[in-house]
Each structure stands twice: as C-alpha cells, then as structure tokens.
C-alpha cells in the first residue's frame, strides 16, 4: 500500500504515513501496469490484413516477381475469367492504341462469356530459368460441359525489370 498525500509504501497495519505522518484512512494500492495482449493480437491481425491483403483484394498490382507466381497468377484470373487481371500478366504492348487494347478485350470477354470451358484446378510441374527468358510447365484440369479433361502445357516469359510477362509472340491476346 501506498500513502494517498506523499506516494510513499506503508505495511497495510500502519495507521499513519512514516514519511508524512498523514493519518492512513483509505490506502491506495500500487498500479500496476497490465497489457491487453488480446486487443494488442486484434490490432496486429488488422495491420497484416492493411499491409498486405486489402491491396490484392481491391486491385492490387500482381505478384510477378517470378515465373512461378506469374503463371499461377494468369491461372486463378483464367479461372475467375477475369479479363482485366488476366491481361495484366501479358506485357504491356506500346505499339497497341487504347481503342484497339479496348477491342480486343471485349472480344475475348464475348469469347469467355460464351464459353462452356471451364478452369477446375491446376498444379505447376516445372520452372526453368534461363537468363531473362523462362518456361513454366504445368498441368490444368480443365471441364467441358460434363467433361472433365487434363492436359500438360506450357507458357514462355520474358523478365522485364523485375517482373516475368507471358511472352505475347505465342498468343494473339
């Protein structure tokens, strides 16, 4: 216990402060110092979901800084036929006008939309890295109607800076 006038520690059988000599009618027990380590937790889990997952949600730049990631990235957007995204993977071709880009996309939006095939899983079988250039093997599941059919493919990259795009010599985007 604590004197309530000087701050100074009493035996809780004192009836006054040894310091003071103020008469001890209610003591105050010493603070101490508690840490909420649930609300801390709360608040740290928020400050991950901030940092990094809210800007891949609402249209953060996608990850490709490797092969690897980059054709794992065109496959989900292929899955959720997401255009946008989708084009994002290829690289961005100077030479194309904005009405053009703007055509081609909603051509192959039409193509998707109509489109029985559908992405049902995938799995990447191998990434070679040669210089600047790379091939990524992998397989995809895809399904026709009632179908369901496997293949094993591959996509060529190009690293620019220091990102990997698919290589768009191979396909008419």
């Not at 001890?24 to 740290?44: E, F, M, R, V």
């Not at 055509?103 to 039409?110: A, C, G, I, L, N």
Request: charged share 30%.
């Amino acid at each position: 216990m604590y004197c309530g006038q000087c701050g100074t520690k009493i035996q809780e059988h004192e009836s006054q402060c040894g310091n003071c000599g103020k008469p001890i009618s209610q003591p105050i027990k010493a603070k101490t110092a508690t840490i909420n380590y649930k609300k801390w937790g709360i608040i740290a889990v928020i400050a991950v979901l901030i940092i990094f997952f809210i800007p891949k949600m609402f249209g953060g730049e996608a990850n490709m800084s490797s092969p690897y990631k980059t054709v794992t990235g065109f496959i989900k957007a292929v899955k959720k036929q997401d255009i946008e995204k989708m084009y994002n993977f290829f690289k961005p071709d100077n030479e194309m006008t904005k009405s053009e880009l703007t055509f081609f996309k909603e051509q192959y939006k039409e193509m998707m939309k109509d489109s029985p095939v559908k992405v049902k899983d995938y799995k990447i079988l191998d990434v070679e890295i040669d210089g600047k250039e790379a091939t990524v093997e992998y397989m995809v599941e895809v399904q026709y109607g009632d179908e369901v059919e496997r293949t094993e493919e591959s996509i060529d990259l190009i690293q620019v800076g220091s990102k990997w795009y698919i290589d768009d010599s191979f396909y008419n985007f």
